[in-house]
Structures are given as structure tokens and as C-alpha cells.
């Protein structure tokens, strides 16, 4: 089983769409998790850590589920602009910290 | 800006060659990082300064060899690289606080081999 996994999509949705993205993780050390945004032919960037309260920037909502084991990631009123990919980062502390990408979620938003 | 630069941003070699990869950030931090991104595959971790120590995953082939002179600059030395080694080469810089590791990337290397 990989250790962070994604669904690939890609994802199609329309503008003014709600859309989802969950991501699994299998290692109970998992400390810390991240979404990242790769827009095509760019480096992946910081869009928001996830806090085990659940946290908001804006049109977008981050949740975590330590029982489960997973992260989700809900962006509103969604822009042409949001297109990209969006990579689930965790850490794990096991004796040293690791960072795991999954291989993220394409999402396409359409006029 | 991210603060973290690459060169070359484009680079085509022959299996023979050799070639370096240079990232250099400008950020003060305390890690730094090479990865490999293929098409449709997760980010793969090949090496990690951190904190003036070296970790790298076992699984890299020696004819990839990094080098961290000081905190700000890191190499990538490439020879006798094979096909399936073109991909995008990202570095990568943090400052590392226990758990909490916020990486920042460069624009990455497009590295095709011939």
C-alpha cells in the first residue's frame, strides 16, 4: 500500500463548482500534513497546512480525520485560476522527520 | 519568487556526459532538498541536507551524486545517466522546526537524456 494516495482525477468541474479531494495515508506517525499546488510545468507550492482542528483560507476548507487516516481538501466558487494539481503532503516522525507527496489530484475548471 | 533558483532550466545530455545541476536559495534556511518528478509519479526524494547532516534514499543510483558546500548551495552531479532518468529535477530548501516543514521549490531542471 503507498503511503499517501490520491485519486488522479483529473477532476472536471464548471465555474461557481464545489469540488473535493480526500487523501489517504497508512503510517500512524504521520505528524504534520500540507496541500501544495503544482500548476503545469511549475514547482509545487504551499497552498495551506492542515490543522487537526480543520482550518480556512478563503474559498478553501482543509479537514483532518486521524481516525481515518485522511485529509480533504474543499475549494467553493471555484475560479478558472484553481486549475492545477493539488499534492497531499504528510510528515512522519519515526525517529527523523519524512516527507511523502502523494502524486496529487488534477483538477480542471472550466468556463 | 520562491528564493530558490536553478540552473540550467533546460538541459539535454548524452549518456556519456557529465553535468551538474546547482540550486542555491536565499532564504536563510537550515535544509535542503533534490527530488525527481516523472510524469504522473509522485515527487521522489533522492537526497536531504539537513541540518549539516546528509540523508538520501537508498534507492538512487550512484550515478547520482550531491554535493552541499554550505547551507545556501547545493549540486547535483550527473554522469553516465541512462533514458529513464529525464524528468524534472526540483530542489527544494526548508527551515526545519521538528514537524512543521515548509519546503519551498525552485523551477526545476528539465533534464532529457539522449
Known amino acids: 500500500r503507498k503511503e499517501v494516495e490520491q485519486d488522479p482525477g483529473p477532476f472536471n468541474v464548471p465555474e461557481g463548482a464545489t469540488v473535493a479531494f480526500n487523501c489517504t495515508y497508512s503510517?500512524?506517525?504521520?505528524?504534520?500534513f500540507f496541500w501544495y499546488r503544482q500548476d503545469c510545468r511549475k514547482e509545487p507550492k504551499l497552498l495551506m497546512s492542515?490543522?487537526?482542528s480543520g482550518n480556512e483560507d478563503g474559498r478553501f476548507t482543509a479537514q483532518l480525520n486521524r481516525a481515518s487516516q485522511y485529509i480533504s481538501l474543499l475549494i467553493r466558487d471555484s475560479k478558472l485560476s484553481d486549475s492545477a494539481t493539488y499534492l497531499c503532503?504528510?510528515?512522519?516522525?519515526?525517529?527523523?522527520?519524512?516527507?511523502?507527496f502523494g502524486a496529487g489530484t488534477r483538477l480542471f475548471v472550466k468556463a | 519568487e520562491t528564493g530558490v533558483t536553478q540552473t540550467p532550466r533546460h538541459l539535454v545530455m548524452g549518456m556519456t556526459n557529465k553535468k551538474s545541476l546547482k540550486c542555491e536559495q536565499h532564504l536563510g534556511h537550515n535544509a535542503m532538498y533534490w527530488y525527481k518528478q516523472s510524469a504522473k509519479k509522485p515527487l521522489e526524494l533522492m537526497f536531504v541536507y539537513s541540518l549539516e547532516e546528509r540523508v538520501e534514499n537508498n534507492s538512487v543510483p550512484s550515478r547520482f551524486s550531491p554535493e552541499c558546500p554550505n547551507s545556501s548551495h547545493l549540486f547535483l552531479h550527473l554522469h553516465t545517466l541512462q533514458p529513464e532518468d529525464s524528468a524534472l529535477y526540483l530542489c527544494a530548501s526548508s527551515q526545519v522546526k521538528g514537524s512543521y516543514n515548509e519546503q519551498f521549490f525552485g523551477p526545476g531542471t528539465r533534464l532529457t537524456v539522449l
Open positions: 503510517n500512524s506517525a504521520s505528524q504534520s
Open positions: 503532503v504528510v510528515i512522519l516522525n519515526t525517529g527523523g522527520f519524512k516527507t511523502i
Open positions: 492542515v490543522y487537526s
